[in-house]
């Protein structure tokens, strides 16, 4: 039989299996939201699934969009632990951009309706969720930086970062709303990565 929901009393000392409970919550939405996309995805029916009761998943989260824009940040995390443990192919700074990128939206676009309810929440968050949406757009900046081999990005190459970013995430959104390809959307990002990143010395590319 399984075990019921843990319950946790406001106040208490944070028990040290807390960011195991966390974890656990975000790979529940993984799941729930991969059917369905972000209309499917129920808050009562993550509680369920993560073996909490909904009053707890509620104190980690407090809406699903706090909960879908963290499991995007989860998804980031992993990417970028992933892109580190190996060389990222491609003799130019854009190239290897392009490929992080290209790698990511394949990812991503293996389950649309995962795909839908994280980017949906992402670009509508409202303030109540700037940790969460900033979390994100860092996790982005470092996997850029890592792919154009940047250990400290200056605040204009943050800024070039979070251009590119923004072009990634509006594509995304084109595709699932079916008004671009796959293919539009990889020509879009390497034509951008091209314009913001190719040639430019201050991005990665060492004066001789």
């Given amino acids: 039989m399984a075990a019921g929901p843990i319950e946790e009393t406001a106040g208490k000392p944070v028990p040290p299996g807390q960011e195991e409970r966390r974890r656990r919550i975000i790979d529940a939405a993984l ?4 059917r369905g996309g972000y209309d499917a995805m129920q808050m ?4 369920e699934r993560a073996n909490v009761a909904l009053a707890t998943l509620y104190r980690y989260f407090p809406s699903k969009i706090h909960l879908l ?3 995007l940040a989860s998804e980031f995390e ?3 632990e992933k ?7 491609g003799d130019t700074s854009a190239e290897r951009l392009i490929f992080v990128l290209n790698r990511n939206t394949l990812m991503m676009q293996r389950n649309p309706d995962l795909t839908e309810a994280m980017v949906r929440s992402f670009l509508f968050a409202d303030t109540s ?15 850029f930086a890592q792919a154009i081999r940047i250990e400290r990005p200056s605040g204009r190459e943050r800024a070039v970062f ?3 970013a923004d072009v990634w995430m509006s594509n995304l959104v084109a595709w699932i709303t079916h008004r671009a390809t796959a293919k539009d959307v990889a020509e879009r990002l390497e034509l951008s990565v091209k314009l913001l990143v190719g040639g430019s010395r201050s991005l990665g590319q060492q004066p001789a």
């Fill in 162 to 164: 979070r251009l590119i």
């Fill in 31 to 34: 799941s729930v939201a991969s």
């Fill in 78 to 80: 992993d990417a970028r």
């Fill in 129 to 143: 969720a700037a940790t969460e949406v900033e979390q994100v757009g860092r996790l982005m900046e470092d996997m």
């Fill in 69 to 71: 824009v963290s499991a």
């Fill in 83 to 89: 892109f580190g443990r190996g060389v990222i192919p």
């Fill in 44 to 47: 009562r029916t993550v509680a």
